[in-house]
């Protein structure tokens, strides 16, 4: 039996000690502050630091999501064990990173890729991967894991509550009308 390899973007906030755990591979986005050189969320700056900068600092962020080159880097490596890769990621309203590991499922052919878009973001999409990486390495085929994946996501919600809406305009995640 083919191993599936289950593959997320670091905006699924899962700790580190899980990723490693269930060999979960993570393509990371980009933060990037006025001015600086961007940074790989997760690797290059975690969750703690990045919420410092923002506060003490009070310097504007974005993010930018991986270059469809760089999942296809990712897939090449898992696939050449033969193995299926499950990609799940950040909802597609939210960010561009479902179409770039599209369009790298595009880059590697012959490589056995499924794209999901998980239509959640922060945790609600972590518990999915964590779901869909238990599955794999309990042995479950590519198909079952899909399977759990789709009634996951459909059972999932997430809320979040923000003390402003100051970040999400300066970021460009919602316009100064909807804030308003």
Do not use: W
């Not at 960010?95 to 599209?102: D, E, I, V």
């Not at 890729?113 to 518990?127: A, H, N, P, R, Y």
């Amino acid at each position: 039996m083919n191993r599936v390899h289950i593959v997320t973007d670091s905006t699924a906030d899962l700790p580190a000690e899980f990723i490693r755990e269930y060999g979960i591979t993570v393509v990371p986005l980009k933060v990037i502050f006025s001015g600086c050189e961007p940074l790989l969320d997760s690797v290059d700056i975690n969750t703690e630091q990045f919420y410092r900068r923002l506060v003490e600092n009070r310097e504007l962020s974005v993010t930018s999501q991986p270059t469809p080159a760089e999942f296809a880097s990712a897939y090449s490596r898992l696939s050449a064990d033969g193995g299926s890769i499950i990609s799940i990621h950040i909802s597609s309203s939210m960010s561009g990173t479902c179409q770039s590991a599209r369009m790298a499922k595009d880059m590697v052919p012959g490589a056995d890729i499924e794209v999901i878009d998980s239509k959640l973001v922060s945790m609600g999409l972590g518990l999915v991967v964590l779901e869909a990486a238990a599955a794999a390495r309990a042995g479950k085929s590519k198909e079952e894991i899909l399977d759990i994946v789709n009634k996951s996501i459909s059972k999932t919600q997430v809320f979040f509550i923000v003390d402003s809406f100051d970040n999400l305009v300066r970021g460009g995640r919602i316009g100064k009308a909807q804030a308003f």
